[in-house]
Structure formats: C-alpha cells, structure tokens
C-alpha cells in the first residue's frame, strides 16, 4: 500500500508532519461531508432511521478498530474533554481519595479532574517524569506504577504522553488499578487509529477519542467507549435520542423511563449530526483498512534514519521501544527555539512545540522527502 498521500490535498511544498495537531481531511471524506450539507438542502428527504443509522455505523467501526465485541458500548461525543467528563460525573470517588494524573497532561483530561478533586475533596497525584534522558520511558512507567496505592480510585491518562510521546504501558496499568480497586479512564485522542488499541487486552473503564487526529476524521465529534462501570451512570446531559427506544421514533408525547442500552445514554445531544457522521465513517472505513501496524510500520521506515540522524545532531529522543512511531518529541538545547522554529518556517516543516519537546507526528500521506526538510531543518541549527 503506496501512494496514501493520493487520497489527500497536501502540497508538495510543505512537510507537514504535524497529524497530532491536526489531521487533514481526505478528499472522500470531505466529499462525504458535501454529501451531507446537501442533505440539509433538502430536509423534506430526511427520515427517522437517518438520526440512527449514521452514528451507529460510526460506532460499529470505532468497535471494530478498538476490539471491542459489542458496538452499544460506544457513544458519540463532541470532545475528549466531553467524554471525559462524563466519565468523571461517574467513577466512585470519596473524600480523601486520589485520582492519579500523568505529568503535563493535556488540559480536557486534567481540569474536570480538579474540579472533581475539589468538589470531593480528593487528593489528584501527578506521576512526574523523571528528570533523565536514560531510560526515561521505562522509569516513567514505574513511576506510575509506584505511585498507585490503595487510595487511588481513579487512573486518567493516555497511551502516550501527548508531548514527547512516550509509550505508557496501560496493560500494566490495568493490572495495578485491578489491585487498588481503581478505575482506569484512557484518553485515546494520540493513538487510536494510529496505533494499536484493543479493549478486551487493556479493559480500561472508558475510552476517550476524538475524531480530528489519528481517526482523521473532523473536528467536533468523537467517540468514547464506557465499560461496565458507567451502566448505570447519569449522562452529562438528557437528549431526545438518548431515552429508551428513542429509535423507534414514535415520537408521541409520553416521556418514556430509562436509556437506550448499553452505554448509549452517553451519546450527546444531536449526535445524528447529519455532516460529520458521514465523514466520520469515512475516516474509519479508511484507518481500518489500512489498519494501526501498517501505519506504524511505515512511520517506522521513514522515520528510522531521519531519527538516527536527529540524535547523531545531539537531539534527544525516546528509545524506540518505549515511544510509537507516528509521535516522538525531539528535545532541543536550551536557548535555540527561535533559530529551531525559524529553520523550520524557512523549510515549511509543519511540527508542534511542546514543553521542552518539537512534536514530530508523520502518517501515511509523509514520505522520506518530508522528513529529509526536517533534517535540513535541524542541520541548519545544529551541524
Ligand atoms: C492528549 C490529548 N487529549 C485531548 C485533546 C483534545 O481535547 P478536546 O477534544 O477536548 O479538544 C488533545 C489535543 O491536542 C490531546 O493531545
């Protein structure tokens, strides 16, 4: 499978190795949007299974790409930080209690935790990263691992860190959290679609992802998929379509009592969005069929030497076996941002500048011509 950068608009002028910023559309995902503004045109064709069977059809392919056997168990939501705070409205948490966060975590998984934090009067412990550049995935991992104790009751974090993208080993942490009791809530947005995900192996509680990065889809809608521990949980908000046979569309007038099932009662209002469900299965027909280790076998091959090249310029990067290949920080010397930044400009390498870290985030519309801009770029700097 060559020629993935077809199915896109980017110009050759550009590297843009920026896919956790942003993923750009592809062109028949953007058409299935088109399609679905039509639709609007003409609202005297619509029909009720259309509030249904878009979203469903997402969720199917969301369940396929995550493992997971039951597609109820999937919601629709606006944001990471909406389907994370449904999560947070849920998890049992009492005075005293800790909610485990990863260092700098990004701001839709932190403040909800702090306000939570706050209203409980629960303690949130920051696993820090340690101040190495030895190993420092590995000891990171133990550092999370050691600071789940048998008060913690909520672990939150992603599967990488979304700034250096350090691989975090979430097996293991489901393993603590069985031990301490606590609940294990993932913010998937830096690596479902891009990198393997499968529930039935990390069972964690939820599952956070959305759609504008590595599902590469479109901005204002996800999906999140809740365990068992959310079955009889109180959504962040009471839509129509969420209420028990709300698909049957009777639409009289009795108030019914109850959900629709499975983790259903999650879905947000007007989750039937009549745009971006069509683009949003789309996307995912597209990152299932490609599937997360093609995807990551060809990060691998372009990035591979570029990186080794970037470390031989006295960079520091994550090993290899504790980072994917689609995300890694590059950690520059102090006091050289702005001839960094201005060489990139220069060469039109489009990155993210995180903390201490420039985010490099290739997919499969990248090739070895992006990456060499990116060398350029850097041995300007520093050679
Ligand atoms: C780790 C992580 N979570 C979530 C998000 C996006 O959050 P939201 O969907 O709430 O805007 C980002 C965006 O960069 C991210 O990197």
Redesign the pocket.
Known sequence: MNNQRKKFEISRKVAYLNC??MSPLMKKVANAGKKGIAKKFKPYNLTGDDYFNDPHTAKKLFAQLINCPDWKRIATVG????GIAAAAKNVPLKKGEKILVTDEQ?P??YYVWKQLAKEKEAEIVVAAAPDTTERRGEKWNEIILNSIDSQTKVVTM?QVH?ADGTLFDLVKVREKCDEVGAALIV?G??TVGAYPFDVQQIRPDALIV?AY?WLMGPYSI?LAYYGEMFDNGQPLEYPWVTAKDADKFSMGMEYVDGFRPGSLRYDMGQMSNFILNPMLIQSLKQVNQWTTNFIQTHCSDITHEPILRLKELGMYIEDEDSRGHHIFGVKYPEGTLDQLQKALKKHRVFVSFRGKFVRVAPHVYNDTRDMNKLIRAFEEVYS
């Not at 944001?79 to 909406?82: F, L, T």
């Open positions: 956790a910023n944001s990471a930080a909406y990004f839709s998984n992603g979304w913010d947005t830096q959305p990065k996800g």
